[in-house]
């Protein structure tokens, strides 16, 4: 089993940034266990999308809407995921979701971070 605790969200001005942090905790071989973190979030009445993905070996991907934006990482040493938003909209405004894939493709999920974005 993994849990995953994201922290960090919170109410923000157009334009401006926050950072989010999601910790994974679990046993070693779970832990180890993961391929591929990422970020989702969801706005409400609207479908959970993906925001950004960062794989074991560094690799990322992200949505076309937060491209030029935001910046996924990861610090293996303290098993712990960050996404970096910057310049940020009201569009941006969801709950963000913190997941991790293992190599059994199954996903852990966090309970989610709000993140509201004023104009």
């Known amino acids: 089993q993994v849990q995953l605790v994201e922290s960090g969200g919170g109410l923000v001005q157009a334009g401006g940034s926050l950072r989010l942090s999601c910790a994974a905790s679990g046993s070693i071989f779970s832990i180890n266990s993961i391929n591929a973190m990422g970020w989702y979030r969801q706005a409400p009445g609207k479908q959970r999308e993906l925001v950004a993905r960062i794989t074991s070996g560094g690799s990322t991907n992200y949505a076309d809407s937060v491209k030029g934006r935001f910046t996924i990482s990861r610090d293996n040493a303290v098993n712990t995921m960050y996404l970096q938003m910057n310049s940020l909209e009201p569009e941006d405004t969801a709950v963000y979701y913190c997941?991790?894939?293992?190599?059994?493709?199954?996903?852990?999920w966090g309970q989610g971070t709000q993140v509201t974005v004023s104009s």
């Open positions: 997941d991790a894939l293992s190599s059994a493709l199954r996903h852990y």
